[in-house]
C-alpha cells in the first residue's frame, strides 16, 4: 500500500493525524497504543468539521500538568524505551531526529541540547509517534508528497516573532519542491515538515494508484480562501502487483572531470558518502580535445542533493555539478545480526525478494575489520561468514 500527501494548503501534525484517522485507523486504538508512551498529562480529542463543504477530522491534543522543557534527549528516550512495535518506533525516531537536527542548525546548537516547551513537546510526540503508529496501522510501505506550500507573514512562539515559514520548517523543507501561497498564515509548521519529509520517498505529481481511500485532515483554523485541510490517498500502485519490486525516486548528480590530481578521488569518494550520498561510480571517458576524464556520478536522496553538490565542488576540480531525477526498481534490504561459528554475532546485509527469497550477504567492512583483528585472508573470512549464512541463524 502507498500513500500520497496532498499538501494543497500545507502540512501540521494534527492535520497529519486526522487525515489518517479519516482514512480508518480507530481512535480509540491510536489512544490505547499511545499509552503505552511513558508520558502523563494529555488527552486527545477527535471531531469532525466541515471546512468549503469538505467534512474532514479534526484532532486536538490537550496537554496540562506542569509545563517545563523537555529535551530532545528525554524524548528520544522515551520513545526508545518505550514498548511500541518496532517498525513506527523507528519511524518516530527517525522523524524527531530530523526535528532536533533543524532546529538545531536555528539555534546554533547541538540537537542534544534541542529542547521543547511542555505543551509543544507534548503535542509533537503525539503527533509525531501517533502519526507513525497510523501509517502502520493502515499498512502503508511507501509515502509520496506533493509540492509544499509553506504561507506567509509572521507567527509567535516562546522565542518571539518568526518569519513564515518557521526556520526550523525552512531547513526542513531544504531539497523539496516548495510552492509561494499569498495567505497570511502558516500552512506548513515543523512538527509536519519533519513528519512528511521524514517519511516521504519523494515529491511531485501523485503516482499512478489505484485509489483505495481518501482522508481529510483539518487545520485548527480555516483562513479565506481556505479550506485549511491535508488530503491523502492511500492505494496501491497501478499497473504493478504488489508482489513487484519496490520502486523510488533517486537523484543523479554528475561531473566530468579531467584536471585533477588522481590521488583526490579517493578522498572525495569518502567525502561524499560522509554527507549522505546512496552510491558514488567513477566511469573513464574521452572529454574535449581527446582528453582522459573521469565521470563522477552520485546518487543521492532529494534531500541529500544540495550538500553533495557543495562537496563536489569544494573538493574537486569540476566547475559544474549536472543532475536529473531517476526512477528505480530496488529489492527491500536491512542488516541484520548472524550467529557465526568462527567470529560470533556479526552484522550481515538481509536481502529480501518479492517471491519470498531471503539472501544475506557478508558486509565488505565488517569482513575487512574481521580480517585485521584475526589475522586472516579476507576471502577466508568472507567463505565463513556465507557459509554460515546458508543456515540463516539469526540473533
Not at 511500541?84 to 522523524?95: E, H, W
Not at 497570511?184 to 499512478?208: C, H, K, N, Q, R
Not at 483505495?212 to 491523502?232: D, H, I, K, Q, T
Not at 590521488?263 to 569518494?269: D, K, R, T
Amino acid at each position: 500500500m502507498i500513500a500520497y500527501f496532498d499538501c494543497f494548503s500545507g502540512i501540521s501534525g494534527d492535520m497529519t493525524l486526522g487525515a489518517l484517522i479519516d482514512l480508518g485507523v480507530p481512535p480509540a486504538w491510536l489512544k490505547e497504543s499511545l499509552a503505552g508512551l511513558p508520558l502523563t498529562g494529555f488527552d486527545i480529542d477527535v471531531g469532525e468539521v466541515t471546512y468549503n463543504g469538505i467534512r474532514a477530522k479534526r484532532v486536538e491534543v490537550h496537554a496540562h500538568g506542569h509545563h517545563h522543557h523537555r529535551h530532545y534527549t528525554d524524548i528520544r528516550a522515551l520513545i526508545d524505551e518505550s514498548p511500541l512495535p518496532d517498525r513506527p518506533k523507528q519511524t518516530a525516531l527517525a522523524i524527531f531526529k530530523r526535528l532536533a537536527e533543524a532546529e538545531a542548525g536555528v539555534h546554533g546548537c547541538r540537537p542534544e541540547e534541542v529542547h521543547f516547551h511542555e505543551v509543544g513537546a507534548v503535542d509533537a510526540i503525539v503527533d509525531v509517534v501517533g502519526s507513525a503508529l497510523a501509517l502502520h496501522h493502515l499498512g502503508i510501505e511507501h509515502v509520496f508528497g506533493s509540492p509544499v506550500p509553506t504561507g506567509r507573514g509572521f507567527v509567535n512562539c516562546s522565542h518571539g516573532r518568526m518569519p513564515v515559514p518557521a526556520p526550523a520548517t525552512a531547513a526542513l523543507l531544504k531539497g523539496v519542491p516548495v510552492v509561494g501561497s499569498a495567505v497570511e498564515y502558516e500552512l506548513t509548521t515543523p512538527t509536519g515538515a519533519s513528519i512528511l519529509t521524514g517519511v516521504a520517498a519523494a515529491f511531485g505529481p501523485m503516482p499512478d494508484m489505484i485509489v483505495r481511500g481518501v482522508g481529510y485532515g483539518a487545520g485548527s483554523r480555516n483562513p479565506e480562501p481556505g479550506p485549511n485541510l491535508l488530503r491523502v490517498f492511500i492505494g496501491e500502485p497501478a499497473g504493478c502487483s504488489r508482489s513487484e519490486f519496490r520502486r523510488d525516486e533517486v537523484i543523479v548528480a554528475e561531473a566530468a572531470i579531467d584536471d585533477m590530481n588522481p590521488e583526490i578521488f579517493g578522498y572525495l569518494m569518502e567525502r561524499l558518502f560522509a554527507e549522505g550520498a546512496l552510491d558514488v561510480v567513477w566511469v573513464p571517458v574521452q572529454m574535449k580535445k581527446n582528453r582522459p576524464g573521469t565521470l563522477l556520478q552520485v546518487l543521492c536522496s532529494r534531500e541529500k542533493l544540495t550538500s553533495i553538490a557543495d562537496c563536489i565542488l569544494a573538493e574537486s576540480t569540476t566547475l559544474g555539478v549536472r543532475y536529473h531525477a531517476a526512477e528505480r526498481f530496488v529489492t527491500e534490504r536491512d542488516v541484520v545480526q548472524l550467529r557465526t561459528a568462527a567470529f560470533g554475532p556479526v552484522a550481515v546485509k538481509r536481502i529480501r525478494y518479492p517471491q519470498g527469497e531471503v539472501r544475506l550477504v557478508p558486509e565488505y567492512e565488517v569482513c575487512r575489520r574481521i580480517a585485521v583483528e584475526k589475522g586472516l585472508p579476507l576471502r577466508r573470512v568472507y567463505d565463513a561468514i556465507v557459509k554460515d549464512a546458508a543456515d540463516g541463524d539469526l540473533l
